[in-house]
């Protein structure tokens, strides 16, 4: 396999100055590691600096402490904005984005409240909108769209949360179930105003009833003031009733018992009163939170599918590197040289800008975490397993460090993507971060788990064989 390295840091990388940088950082782990040691030391090279964290201006969508203010929602519209203009300078026009970006300017000056009714099977939600829509609704003064949603809790899938709400009434009929009460804690994460609606409480006996409002208020107390638990009874069950007549007979009939929305409707009333701006600008931030991700994933799948080719040719060059240099020393020197390039050309497709000494010093890290993990030793034999059983292993020294090699360049440029996909778009550069190594412990394991699966492994290993023999090949002299 024939590799041409045109690029000024895989060339001089091998030289003696970054070798010098190399041997002080692996020496010692290469002496107790023996071939194992290669192996890892190789992992060093495979290393990645994984980001300056830009843009100090990124809006948080979490529970906000104190109201929001008109200039952070015209923020967080801006920052959409930059996202939008990204992707068309990076994949072309993007009309429909364009027309929900106009539409969130739109938003700001709303008047009309949007309610949704949500909650699992049997709970009453359709009734309460039916009866607020024909005892409550009237009566206000201020534009209001009631809206029944779906039923939650039908499959073991999560339940989506209507995204365009202003307020959600979230209807119970007891004490909360733990998907009920992870919903409202999704709820209470992206700032959605809820209620609690206890319904069906006309089924209660007094004490009852009083001792399950206590009960959710002691469980809500961390997600929702106690006046945002209310209880009703929207479709109270006919009572049995008995007149004793004049002639000593006793006649019995059921009486259909009214409605009682009286603590829903004066909250409802309420939150209206003092909240309504409020509650306008939380959704417009949620919707501009909704569409910069949507933008967001296109970008990203545009920017994978340049990326993934790239990484190919990297891992190939780092395989084809530590199979052809005998001497572990210079494995090491030249996929480090290797491994920096990739990181500096992938920041680049991510727009994010590393220095050499970055890209160096984020080597030492990642390979240390590798150890750690326990990625090394796996890879190595797990790899060395399989080529057991192939001849080519035998004849070919060096092949298990550079099948290694490749498949451990191969998860750094994928953590890499995975890391670059969740950092902020668009943003202004700030001073750099430090290292989230928890983080990047995250990325490498979930990296490693997608890609050890033997049928992959077997799969890698015989296109390595491949271009591996390829260079075996050429390596050879020519009869004279």
Do not use: C
Not at 77 to 102: H, M, N, P, W, Y
């Amino acid at each position: 396999m024939a590799v041409q390295l045109r690029r000024p840091i895989l060339v001089g990388g091998i030289g003696l100055s970054f070798g010098l940088w190399m041997l002080q950082g692996i020496h010692e782990s290469v002496a107790q590691f023996d071939e194992v040691g290669v192996i890892g030391a190789i992992a060093l090279g495979t290393g990645l600096w994984f980001f300056q964290k830009r843009g100090s201006s990124k809006i948080d969508l979490s529970p906000l402490s104190s109201p929001l203010e008109r200039a952070t929602v015209e923020q967080a519209i801006a920052q959409t904005q930059r996202v939008i203009d990204l992707v068309e300078i990076e994949i072309g026009d993007q009309k429909q984005l364009r027309q929900q970006l106009a539409q969130l300017t739109a938003e700001l000056e709303r008047q009309n409240l949007q309610v949704a009714i949500v909650g699992g099977k049997g709970v009453g939600k359709t009734h309460l909108v039916k009866v607020l829509q024909s005892d409550w609704l009237p009566q206000q003064s201020q534009s209001v769209n009631l809206q029944d949603t779906p039923t939650l809790f039908v499959s073991n899938q999560a339940p989506e949360v209507i995204p365009d709400s202003d307020l959600v009434l979230f209807v119970i009929t007891g004490d909360l179930t733990d998907t009920e009460f992870q919903t409202l804690q999704q709820l209470k994460a992206v700032n959605q105003r809820t209620l609690v609606v206890l319904n069906k409480q006309d089924q209660y006996l007094p004490t009852d009833r009083a001792l399950i409002l206590q009960q959710l208020r002691q469980r809500m107390s961390e997600l929702l003031p106690a006046d945002d638990i209310v209880e009703i009874s929207a479709s109270p069950a006919p009572v049995k009733v008995r007149q004793h007549q004049p002639d000593a007979s006793l006649q019995e009939w059921m009486e259909e018992q009214t409605p009682d929305l009286t603590a829903l409707t004066q909250r409802i009333s309420q939150i209206f009163t003092q909240e309504a701006q409020q509650l306008v600008w939380a959704s417009t931030v949620r919707a501009a939170s909704a569409l910069k991700a949507e933008a967001k994933a296109q970008l990203n799948q545009a920017r994978r599918d340049r990326v993934l080719p790239l990484i190919e040719q990297y891992q190939w060059i780092a395989g084809a590197t530590a199979f052809a240099n005998p001497v572990p020393a210079l494995d090491l020197l030249a996929t480090a040289a290797i491994s920096t390039q990739l990181v500096i050309e992938l920041g680049g497709i991510y727009q994010q800008q590393f220095s050499l000494s970055q890209a160096q010093s984020a080597a030492q890290t990642l390979g240390s975490l590798m150890f750690k993990l326990g990625l090394v030793e796996l890879s190595t034999q797990t790899i060395g397993g399989i080529l057991k059983s192939n001849a080519f292993t035998y004849v070919a020294g060096g092949v298990v460090q550079g099948v290694s090699a490749a498949y451990l360049t191969r998860l750094a440029g994928l953590s890499l993507i995975e890391y670059f996909q969740e950092q902020e778009i668009g943003a202004n550069a700030a001073t750099s971060q430090p290292l989230n190594l928890e983080r990047v412990a995250e990325k490498l394991k979930k990296v490693f788990q997608e890609n050890q699966r033997r049928a992959f492994l077997q799969g890698f290993v015989k296109q390595a064989l491949g271009r591996l023999r390829s260079e075996s090949a050429q390596a050879e002299p020519t009869p004279l």
